[in-house]
């Protein structure tokens, strides 16, 4: 394979994955594209990474015989160098200028309010399914009622719970929060990063390599094509 995980994954590539995503050859089981990004929010705030031998079976769902039927060994590779990269991208950008980190979905236009519905609640779903893993770990984090407020969100996007059904106000709110919340846990994870050194962070001067504008641009047309 091609080390290409140092570039980071453009626009086009992503439309390419989303359409593998949303193929045939991939069960049905598996993530979208947005389940996919709340996913790598995840796993990119969270307190210590994560495997792709252990992440990438929950991409392609619960099942454990699930798996995508690739159509040739270039594909498989590709594929999964697309995934490296896209997980790269979203983990560098809450690094080097968290601030600047929006959902996918924030970058999208919708033809309708339930396509916004559907895509805001896989994102969250994605999340979530990325708390899985470490669960363990992160239950300092459950344990912090300020910081666990920034968990309420997505909880509720998701749909997850005896009190997610949410009027569109509530709805509203909880999805321009989303970003935020990402922050906010990934600032409250950062001290245990640094201790443990297990997370290396790029430096702060690759962090004009990976501010693509063709990215947002993509991202902010995809749903019209």
């Given at each position: 394979?091609?080390?290409?995980?140092?570039?980071?994954?453009?626009?086009?590539?992503?439309?390419?994955?989303?359409?593998?995503?949303?193929?045939?050859?991939?069960?049905?089981?598996?993530?979208?594209?947005?389940?996919?990004?709340?996913?790598?929010?995840?796993?990119?705030?969270?307190?210590?990474?994560?495997?792709?031998e252990r992440w990438l079976p929950l991409v392609w769902g619960p099942e454990a015989e699930s798996a995508p039927d690739f159509a040739s060994i270039d594909e498989m590779q590709k594929i999964l160098s697309l995934m490296v990269r896209y997980r790269q991208l979203v983990e560098t950008v809450l690094s080097l200028d968290s601030e600047s980190y929006l959902p996918l979905f924030s970058r999208c236009s919708f033809s309708d309010t339930s396509e916004e519905r559907a895509a805001v609640g896989n994102w969250a779903k994605g999340f979530l399914v990325g708390i899985e893993p470490l669960r363990e770990t992160w239950q300092p984090l459950f344990e912090e009622d300020t910081e666990f407020s920034a968990l309420a969100p997505l909880f509720l996007l998701a749909d997850i719970?005896?009190?997610?059904?949410?009027?569109?106000?509530?709805?509203?709110?909880?999805?321009?929060?989303?970003?935020?919340?990402?922050?906010?846990?990934?600032?409250?994870?950062?001290?245990?990063?640094?201790?443990?050194?297990?997370?290396?962070?790029?430096?702060?001067?690759?962090?004009?390599?990976?501010?693509?504008?063709?990215?947002?641009?993509?991202?902010?047309?995809?749903?019209?094509?």
């Open positions: 394979m091609n080390d290409n995980t140092n570039k980071p994954v453009t626009g086009a590539e992503l439309g390419e994955l989303e359409d593998f995503l949303l193929s045939a050859s991939v069960p049905k089981s598996a993530m979208d594209l947005d389940m996919l990004d709340g996913f790598f929010a995840a796993l990119a705030s969270g307190p210590e990474p994560l495997e792709p719970g005896e009190e997610s059904a949410i009027d569109e106000v509530q709805w509203l709110q909880c999805r321009d929060a989303v970003a935020e919340s990402v922050r906010a846990i990934h600032r409250f994870w950062t001290p245990f990063r640094g201790k443990t050194g297990k997370i290396e962070r790029p430096s702060a001067q690759d962090a004009d390599d990976w501010q693509d504008d063709d990215f947002s641009q993509e991202c902010q047309c995809r749903r019209d094509k």
